[in-house]
């Protein structure tokens, strides 16, 4: 069965730095394109970014751009996110889901990993 | 605030039937598919809706999706208490080159 397991969040100072792993298992992970959405406490749901299956097309929220990077390895069935420069407005659940159906189609997503950024 | 507006809130009695809009631009909604997620109380979003108007496996006929221009709609019939959760519409934005979401609708079932 697909499964989506985040890992990496915890407790961080601004401007501090975090890597969130997400684990595929159960489907071609190469084959899928692969998205962070994040949730901020008590708030709805913000996109975070999106890779292409090869890794070669990326995307980013205006609110992240310059400071996180997505990347996969699709030899370890892992996405990852790299934060830095790490502000009190990213805290949040952060969620990977992949890209199953078309038209904007998450169809499976993590149980997510809480970043909590404060000093 | 989100690129999408939902009403922030829903209620209907069991049994009945609801709907849900989302409301964006020729950006989003009118040049791209929508897809809408159903939240229940600590859990993670679950797709309810793919391309406008597709159910995933699993997903019974009760919830439909329909769009019409920059607009898009979840129907939901023969309420239950289980679909009491928060209802997010989500699709590409080709301007801002971004996924975008909307604001969330909490949806009571009285």
């Known amino acids: 069965q697909v499964q989506l397991v985040e890992s990496g969040g915890g407790l961080v100072k601004p401007g501090g730095s975090l890597r969130l792993s997400c684990a595929a298992s159960?489907?071609?992970?190469?084959?899928?394109?692969m998205s962070w959405i994040r949730q901020a406490p008590g708030k709805g749901l913000e996109w975070v970014s999106y890779i292409s299956s090869s890794g070669t097309t990326i995307y980013y929220a205006d609110s992240v751009k310059g400071r996180f990077t997505i990347s996969r390895d699709n030899a370890k069935n892992s996405l990852y996110l790299q934060m830095n420069s790490l502000r009190a407005e990213d805290t949040a659940v952060y969620y990977c889901?992949?890209?199953?159906?078309?038209?904007?189609?998450?169809?499976?997503w993590g149980q997510g990993t809480l970043v909590t950024v404060s000093s | 605030q989100s690129v999408l507006t939902q009403p922030p809130s829903v209620s209907a009695a069991p049994g009945q039937k609801v709907t849900i809009s989302c409301s964006g631009s020729s950006s989003n909604i009118g040049n791209n598919y929508v897809s809408w997620f159903q939240q229940l109380p600590g859990t993670a979003p679950k797709l309810l809706i793919y391309?406008?108007?597709k159910r995933p496996s699993g997903i019974p006929d009760r919830f439909s999706g329909s769009k019409s221009g920059t607009s898009a709609t979840l129907g939901i019939t023969g309420l239950q208490t289980g679909d009491e959760a928060d209802y997010y519409c989500g699709t590409w934005d080709s301007s801002l080159s971004a996924g975008v979401f909307g604001g969330g609708t909490e949806l009571t079932v009285l």
């Open positions: 889901a992949r890209e199953g159906l078309p038209g904007y189609g998450l169809d499976y």
């Open positions: 159960g489907f071609t992970f190469s084959d899928l394109y």
């Open positions: 391309e406008n108007n």
